[in-house]
């Protein structure tokens, strides 16, 4: 099993509606996560960090985290072609002083 | 300000050459990472400096060298390249190593081994 699982998609939604993107983790003993997004060709961008149990806002994204069941996802409502681009979960782990290991990414498409 | 600044953008090496990849950042962090990303893989994880002065081996390290330069300044090195080598390269940065902080990623740099 990897540590860090995500649906690679495309995963498409039409413009206005909501995204969901999930993520699954093995280590039980993981506090962080946080969702990344990466444009094409270019470089990974932080855009949210969960901690707790439940869902944290911000803006039209929503992080929801439930630990005893091992998932985070990420919620991204209205969507907008803008957002197309790939998602990261990142999620500390056991190894490397407790460093980040991130999933494969799901690729969404967001269609006018 | 710039953030993480990695150099060069772009590379073409062939098998057994040697290149340095440099990555330098002006956000007074203390921990920086290097990362390889291939498709379906995600981010691996080569070689983290926790602090100046110290480096620490990741998940995929064969094949590389590391140097902590400074506090700003985080080198890659390929003493012999191969074609397995052929990536993406992302240097990133962080406040402190450690769960609760994020990273700020470089541009990356296209390696290509022939």
């Known amino acids: 099993q990897k540590e860090v699982e995500q649906n690679s998609g495309p995963l498409s939604v039409p413009e206005g509606a909501i995204a969901s993107l999930n993520c699954t983790y093995s280590d039980r003993g993981s506090q962080s996560f946080f969702w990344y997004r990466q444009y094409s060709g270019k470089s990974p961008e932080l855009i949210m960090s969960?901690?707790?149990?439940g869902d944290k806002e911000d803006g039209r994204f929503t992080a929801q985290l439930n630990k005893a069941s091992q998932y985070v996802s990420l919620l991204i409502r209205d969507s907008q072609p803008s957002d197309s681009a790939t998602y990261l979960c990142a999620v500390n782990g056991r190894n490397y002083g407790q460093n980040f290991v991130f999933g494969p990414g799901t690729r969404l498409s967001v269609l006018p | 300000n710039a953030g993480v600044t990695q150099t060069p953008k772009f590379q073409v090496l062939k098998t057994g050459q040697s290149m340095t990849l440099q990555c330098a950042q002006d956000m007074n962090h203390n921990s920086m990472y290097w990362y390889r990303q291939d498709p379906g893989m995600g981010l691996r994880l080569i070689y983290y400096?926790?602090?100046?002065?110290?480096?620490d081996k990741g998940e995929v390290p064969n094949g590389y060298n590391v140097s902590r330069l400074n506090k700003r300044e985080f080198s890659l090195r390929l003493e012999s390249a191969a074609p397995s080598q052929t990536s993406v390269y992302f240097c990133a940065s962080s406040e402190i190593h450690g769960q609760i902080y994020g990273y700020t990623f470089g541009s990356g740099t296209r390696l290509t081994v022939v």
């Open positions: 969960i901690y707790s149990n």
């Open positions: 400096s926790a602090s100046e002065g110290t480096t």
